[in-house]
C-alpha cells in the first residue's frame, strides 16, 4: 500500500470528538488540550506530573516538525483523543500524530492572490466541536474542517479585506456555536465579535464594539468617527458556563494616536465586554483606557477564577493589561475591585474607585514627540498568563519598555493604514522583560526572573511544581512553581512568540512550543 493512501486511512478513522461538555470539564481530562487557552477560564494549569521539578533537568527534544511556512508560527495547538491539531500563519491547517510528528493531512485555504492584508499571515489556533476544526484566515473568513481527513466544510466571510479586515485569532467553541473576532484596528474598520452555526457557517449573532448614535454608548463619539471606530477583537475570549456569560477584549480605537477626531470615551474599546452567548446581547462592559491615544488595547487574556476576596468567596476576572495597570473585577457584574500598576508607568495617577484612569497632564502623543511609559507594545500583550491553584500564584511574562508617542492628524482611506503617527520613536533606554510570579489578590511579588529583552511568549503551569515559559532570544525554560528557580533551557534557536502546552498520551507526558517554524516537543527519556 502507497504511504499516501495509509496516510488518508489513518486520518479517515481518527476518532477526534470535542462535545460542549468535555470543554466544560476540560479538568477531568488534563492529558488532553481542547481550546486555545487549555480551558474556558484561560488558567493554563495542568494536573500533570510526571515531568516535575525533580526530573525536568533530564527533558529532551523528543520530536520536531518543520512547517515549511516562513514568518511568524504563533499557533497553539490542540490535542484530541490521540491527535494533535495546528495551524499555520498563511491559512494552513495541520494533523500530526502528538507521539512523533508525523503528518496525517495539510489544509490550505485557497486566498485570493489580489488580497492586501491588513496584518500578516499570522494565525493563533484553532478551535473544535463535534469532527469539525474551525479557523480564521487572514482576509477575515472562518472555515470549517472535517478533522478526519482535512476537508473543507464550508467558508464564510466574517469581514471584507478591502475594507481593512483580518482575522489571526483562535476561535472558541461555545455550547452551539462558534465566537471569533477580527483583526484591522489600525485600517479603520468598525469591530465586531460573531458567533456562527458550525455545522452551516450561517451567522447566529454579531455584537459591534464600536456601537453607532442610536446605541448605547454612541454618544461616546464624535459626530461619525464611530463608522472607523477601531476596536478589533484579535484576542480570545474565556467563557463562564454557570453565569453563561462570554468575556471578550477589545481593540484600541481608531484612529491609533490621535484622537482630536474621536472625542469621547469611545466605547467599547480597550474595553473587556460580557455578552450572552445564545444571543449576542451585552450584560455589562468595563473600560480599561477611556479615549485611548497610545494603542494600549486591552486584547490580553481575561482569566477566570473564583477565589476569596476581603473574606468573601467571588467569582473573579484577572487581566493584566497593555497600559500597565492589573486589573481584579467581579466577572458576575464588572464591578471595578482593584487596580495596580504591575510595571513602570507615567501616563495615570492611579485609578478612581470605579477604576478610571487618573490621567496626569502632558502625556498625550504630540508632533514633537511625548515619552511615555509603557510604549507602544505595552507592559504586557497578548501572550498568556497562567494560575496555579496549589501555590496561589499568578504567572506573568511582563515587557519593560518606554517610547515616544508622535501625532498627526490622518486621512481615512478605505483598506489602507489610519495611524495617526508616522513613526514610533523608541527610547534609548533598552526594552526588557521579566517573568513573574504574584498573589493576585494582593499583587506581591513572590519571585522574578529577569530577562535580556523583552517577552512576546506565554507561560503554562503544571502540577509537577513547574512554570513553562520563553524568551525572545529562543529560550524554552522550566522553572520551579514556588521558588522561581531555573530548571532547564535550551535554545530552541528562534525568538518564541506563542504559549507552550502540555498533555500525555499512552502514559507519557509531553510538552510542545512553537520556535521559528517549527514545532518542537520534549519529553522524559523512556
Keep these: 500500500m502507497r504511504l499516501a493512501t495509509y496516510l488518508m486511512l489513518v486520518a479517515v478513522s481518527l476518532p477526534a470528538q470535542v462535545?460542549?461538555?468535555?470543554?466544560?470539564?476540560?479538568?477531568?481530562e488534563p492529558g488532553s488540550w481542547l481550546t486555545y487557552q487549555g480551558d474556558y477560564g484561560a488558567v493554563r494549569?495542568?494536573?500533570l506530573n510526571q515531568i516535575n521539578s525533580e526530573n525536568v533537568k533530564n527533558l529532551r527534544v523528543e520530536w520536531i516538525y518543520q512547517?515549511?511556512?516562513?514568518?511568524?508560527?504563533?499557533?497553539v495547538p490542540l490535542v484530541v483523543d490521540g491527535v494533535m491539531y495546528i495551524s499555520g500563519g498563511d491559512g494552513t491547517a495541520m494533523a500530526l500524530d502528538p507521539r512523533t510528528g508525523r503528518q496525517y493531512w495539510r489544509y490550505k485555504y485557497n486566498m485570493p492572490k489580489d488580497a492586501k492584508l491588513c496584518c500578516g499571515t499570522v494565525n493563533r489556533g484553532l478551535a473544535m466541536l463535534g469532527m469539525r476544526l474551525f479557523l480564521t484566515t487572514p482576509d477575515a473568513h472562518l472555515v470549517a474542517i472535517d478533522a478526519r481527513n482535512g476537508k473543507q466544510l464550508w467558508d464564510t466571510e466574517m469581514g471584507d479585506w478591502r475594507k481593512g479586515y483580518?482575522?489571526?485569532?483562535?476561535?472558541?467553541?461555545?455550547?452551539?456555536?462558534?465566537?471569533?473576532?477580527?483583526?484591522?484596528?489600525?485600517?479603520?474598520?468598525?469591530?465586531?465579535?460573531?458567533?456562527?452555526?458550525?455545522e452551516t457557517g450561517k451567522?447566529?449573532?454579531?455584537?459591534?464594539?464600536?456601537?453607532?448614535?442610536?446605541?448605547?454608548?454612541?454618544d461616546t463619539w464624535l459626530a461619525d468617527s464611530w463608522k472607523r471606530g477601531g476596536g478589533a477583537t484579535w484576542t480570545t475570549g474565556t467563557f463562564d458556563p454557570q453565569l453563561n456569560t462570554l468575556y471578550w477584549p477589545v481593540g484600541n480605537p481608531g484612529p491609533d494616536l490621535y484622537g482630536e477626531s474621536r472625542r469621547g470615551d469611545n466605547l467599547y474599546t480597550c474595553s473587556i465586554i460580557a455578552l450572552d452567548p445564545d444571543t449576542g446581547k451585552l450584560k455589562w462592559h468595563f473600560q480599561f483606557t477611556p479615549h485611548d491615544t497610545h494603542d494600549w488595547d486591552a486584547n490580553e487574556t481575561p482569566m477566570l477564577l473564583d477565589l476569596p476576596w476581603q473574606g468573601q468567596n467571588r467569582k473573579l476576572l484577572f487581566l493584566p493589561n497593555r497600559n500597565g495597570f492589573f486589573y481584579v473585577l467581579d466577572r458576575t457584574n464588572g464591578k471595578f475591585l482593584s487596580g495596580k500598576p504591575f510595571f513602570k508607568q507615567t501616563w495615570a495617577n492611579g485609578l478612581d474607585d470605579k477604576g478610571r484612569p487618573i490621567l496626569k497632564a502632558n502625556t498625550e502623543p504630540s508632533a514633537e514627540g511625548n515619552m511615555q511609559c509603557p510604549g507602544l507594545a505595552g507592559a504586557t500583550n497578548w501572550m498568556s498568563p497562567s494560575y496555579n491553584p496549589a501555590t496561589k500564584m499568578f504567572y506573568l511574562q511582563i515587557r519593560e519598555n518606554c517610547d515616544v508617542f508622535f501625532s498627526a492628524p490622518p486621512t481615512?482611506?478605505?483598506?489602507?493604514?489610519?495611524?495617526?503617527?508616522?513613526?514610533?520613536?523608541v527610547t534609548d533606554d533598552k526594552e526588557r522583560g521579566r517573568i513573574r510570579a504574584f498573589d493576585p489578590l494582593t499583587m506581591e511579588t513572590k519571585w522574578e526572573f529577569h530577562y535580556d529583552k523583552a517577552p512576546w511568549a506565554g507561560t503554562l503551569s503544571t502540577s509537577g511544581n513547574l512554570i513553562f515559559a520563553g524568551d525572545e532570544d529562543g529560550y524554552f525554560m522550566a522553572f520551579d512553581a514556588r521558588s522561581g528557580k531555573l530548571l532547564w533551557k535550551l535554545n530552541t534557536g528562534n525568538r518564541l512568540v506563542t504559549a507552550p502546552i502540555t498533555y500525555q498520551i499512552d502514559g507519557r507526558q509531553y510538552v510542545t512550543m512553537p520556535s521559528g517554524s517549527a514545532l518542537l516537543t520534549f519529553a522524559l527519556p523512556e
Design 19 to 28: 462535545t460542549y461538555e468535555r470543554i466544560v470539564n476540560q479538568a477531568k
Design 45 to 47: 494549569h495542568r494536573e
Design 67 to 75: 512547517t515549511g511556512i516562513s514568518g511568524a508560527f504563533e499557533t
Design 166 to 198: 483580518g482575522a489571526t485569532m483562535a476561535p472558541i467553541a461555545v455550547k452551539n456555536k462558534i465566537i471569533a473576532g477580527v483583526s484591522g484596528g489600525e485600517f479603520g474598520i468598525r469591530g465586531f465579535v460573531d458567533a456562527y452555526d458550525p
Design 203 to 218: 451567522q447566529a449573532w454579531r455584537f459591534w464594539t464600536v456601537p453607532d448614535k442610536g446605541q448605547p454608548g454612541g
Design 412 to 425: 481615512y482611506i478605505e483598506g489602507k493604514p489610519y495611524w495617526g503617527s508616522v513613526f514610533r520613536g
